[in-house]
């Protein structure tokens, strides 16, 4: 098996690598207070944190479950309101097979979010 140079094997670090990336990209895109969460058990409101209303599950694992990570995605979004006392908007950041950088991985997410997300947006749409 070959894998990507300065790109952990262990599972738990690939997925610390994964969740390092999609904070420095944010960071670097306008997001500075982006960070990784800790662990939390049932009351997990995700794996980035630092961006109000905003729930992000990071995902690098070698088969795609999207079923899966919605499931654990609104368990999350529904913590984080509960948490905070208003409503969040959530997606799964899920690598891309082949490349490091985060910004070319998939952000998925219901498309009830998604219409909530452009309904709250300021693009005109």
């Keep these: 098996m070959t894998r990507k140079p300065g790109w952990p094997r262990q599972a738990k670090s690939v997925g610390r690598a994964a969740e390092a990336a999609v904070v420095h990209y944010l960071r670097a895109n306008g997001w500075p207070a982006a960070e990784r969460r800790r662990l939390a058990g049932v009351a997990d409101q995700g794996d980035v944190g630092g961006i109000p209303g905003l729930v992000l599950e990071v995902k690098a694992e070698k088969r795609i ?21 208003y409503p969040h908007i959530g997606a ?13 991985w998939y952000a998925v997410l219901p498309f009830r979010e998604y219409v909530r997300l ?6 005109g749409i």
């Design 92 to 104: 799964a950041v899920v690598k891309r097979r082949g490349t490091l950088d985060a910004g070319e």
């Design 65 to 85: 479950v999207l079923s899966s990570y919605m499931d654990e995605l609104a368990a999350e979004i529904q913590n984080a309101g509960m948490a905070y006392g």
């Design 118 to 123: 452009i309904k709250s947006s300021d693009a």
